[in-house]
């Protein structure tokens, strides 16, 4: 199956490691993603496995400042938001940081769907929010009407507070 190689800038010359923050309303990084001194980078590096411990201070120094970190190694590690919007600040902030916008990731998801639909067809592993989302495409006549859809059940919380997809 193809990935989103022109939205993520996918690159043949890298392995790709993304750390996303996902929201409901506008593209941000929590404080985790932002306050250097609290080292939440350097523990999820190392976690991750990818570099080796004394690449770790340098990577996390990257992906604080401009959101990306490529090793000579052929590594590259980037933060990455997905919200409703969009946000200017985050781009000056953070320049690496990749933005999606949900009617981006949407729009991969209904061609992912509607391409691999054989693939598609048996989700009973599925958590109830993937079998939501799967029936909601499946019961869509095109991508606009389930991009709309989807985006509405976001915008309504179910039981604990929480958006209904997302």
Not at 53 to 73: F, N, R
Not at 78 to 106: F, N
Not at 116 to 144: F, M, P
């Amino acid at each position: 199956m193809a990935d989103d190689e022109h939205r993520l800038a996918l690159s043949r010359d890298w392995i790709d490691i993304i750390i996303a923050e996902v929201k409901t309303s506008q593209c941000t990084l929590n404080g985790p993603w932002t306050q250097q001194d609290n080292q939440n980078i350097h523990r999820v590096l190392a976690a991750i496995g990818c570099l080796s411990p004394d690449q770790i201070e340098q990577a996390a120094e990257d992906i604080y400042g401009p959101g990306i970190h490529v090793s000579k190694l052929g590594v590259r590690i980037r933060l990455a938001a997905v919200g409703r919007e969009r946000s200017e600040g985050l781009s000056a902030a953070h320049p690496g940081v990749v933005q999606l916008t949900w009617e981006e990731v949407l729009a991969f998801i209904w061609d992912r769907f509607r391409r691999y639909r054989r693939q598609k067809t048996q989700v009973n592993q599925w958590d109830e929010q993937g079998k939501t989302i799967k029936r909601l495409a499946d019961t869509s006549k095109d991508a606009k009407t389930f991009i709309e859809r989807a985006l509405h059940l976001m915008d309504q919380p179910k039981k604990g507070g929480s958006p209904a997809i997302g």
